[in-house]
T-cell receptor, first 118, second 112 residues
Framework: EAQVTQNPRYLITVTGKKLTVTCSQN?????MSWYRQDPGLGLRQIYY???????DKGDVPEGYKVSRKEKRNFPLILESPSPNQTSLYFC?????????????????FGPGTRLLVL | GQNIDQPTEMTATEGAIVQINCTYQ??????LFWYQQHAGEAPTFLSY????GLEEKGRFSSFLSRSKGYSYLLLKELQMKDSASYLC?????????????FGRGTQLTVWP
C-alpha cells in the first residue's frame, strides 16, 4: 500500500532530551516536507527536501534539523526540545516539488506525530 | 511568505450547499490545492486548480480566478461526514519554488 509513515505517533518527553521523528514513504517521491500544526495557526512548514541531499528551510525551522540521505526517509531531529515545540507534526511527500501538475505535486501526508515537551 | 485568507468557521445543514472562500496574495502563483482534514487526522487531497475556472469532482467543486487571487470550494448535498477543516494551499513559483503555503483552515460543521 502506498503510504507515508511516521514514528512515533505519540511522544511525551522532557526539555533538552534529543529526539528524532522518523518519516518514510514507499512511493519513490522526490519531494518531502515537515509541517507542524498548532491551534489557530494552521499548518506551517518546518523544512522541505526537493531530493536526496537537498534540504531547505520552511517558515519555522528554528530548533529543528533534518537530513535526506536516502530518497524514502526524511527524519526530523529536535536536538534540544523545548515546550514551545509541543505540537502535532506531519510529514508529507509528493512525486515532485516543481510545477509539474496535479499528479506530480499533490502532497500525501503521514498520520501525524503528537509531541508533548514538558 | 504568502497571505492566504479563509473564514475560520462555517456551519450548514445536511443536504445543503456550502461555499468556502479563499483569497491569496503571492509573488508567483503556481497552483492552488484544497485539502480536507478531520479532527486528529492527516490532511487529504481534495482538488487542484492552476488555470481559471471550475473543476468538478462529484459533490465537490473548486473554482479559481488568478486575476482576483480568489478560489472557492463548493460542497453539495452535504453529509455529516463532511464536518471537517478545509485547508486552502497555494504553490509559489518564485524564489521559494517547491513550497506549499497553507491557510489556517475553515472548520465546517454540518448539522442534521
Amino acid at each position: 500500500e502506498a503510504q507515508v509513515t511516521q514514528n512515533p505517533r505519540y511522544l511525551i518527553t522532557v526539555t533538552g532530551k534529543k529526539l528524532t521523528v522518523t518519516c518514510s514513504q514507499n512511493m519513490n517521491h522526490e519531494y518531502m516536507s515537515w509541517y507542524r500544526q498548532d491551534p489557530g495557526l494552521g499548518l506551517r512548514q518546518i523544512y522541505y527536501s526537493m531530493n536526496v541531499e537537498v534540504t531547505d528551510k520552511g517558515d519555522v525551522p528554528e530548533g529543528y534539523k533534518v537530513s535526506r540521505k536516502e530518497k524514502r526517509n526524511f527524519p526530523l531531529i529536535l536536538e534540544s526540545p523545548s515546550p514551545n515545540q509541543t505540537s502535532l507534526y506531519f510529514c508529507a511527500s509528493s512525486l515532485s516539488g516543481v510545477g509539474a501538475g496535479v499528479n506530480q505535486e499533490t502532497q500525501y501526508f503521514g498520520p501525524g506525530t503528537r509531541l508533548l515537551v514538558l | 511568505g504568502q497571505n492566504i485568507d479563509q473564514p475560520t468557521e462555517m456551519t450548514a445543514t445536511e443536504g445543503a450547499i456550502v461555499q468556502i472562500n479563499c483569497t491569496y496574495q503571492t509573488s508567483g502563483f503556481n497552483g492552488l490545492f484544497w485539502y480536507q482534514q478531520h479532527a486528529g487526522e492527516a490532511p487529504t487531497f481534495l482538488s487542484y486548480n492552476v488555470l481559471d475556472g471550475l473543476e468538478e469532482k462529484g459533490r465537490f467543486s473548486s473554482f479559481l480566478s488568478r486575476s482576483k487571487g480568489y478560489s472557492y470550494l463548493l460542497l453539495k448535498e452535504l453529509q455529516m461526514k463532511d464536518s471537517a477543516s478545509y485547508l486552502c494551499a497555494v504553490r509559489d513559483r518564485g524564489s521559494t519554488l517547491g513550497r506549499l503555503y497553507f491557510g489556517r483552515g475553515t472548520q465546517l460543521t454540518v448539522w442534521p
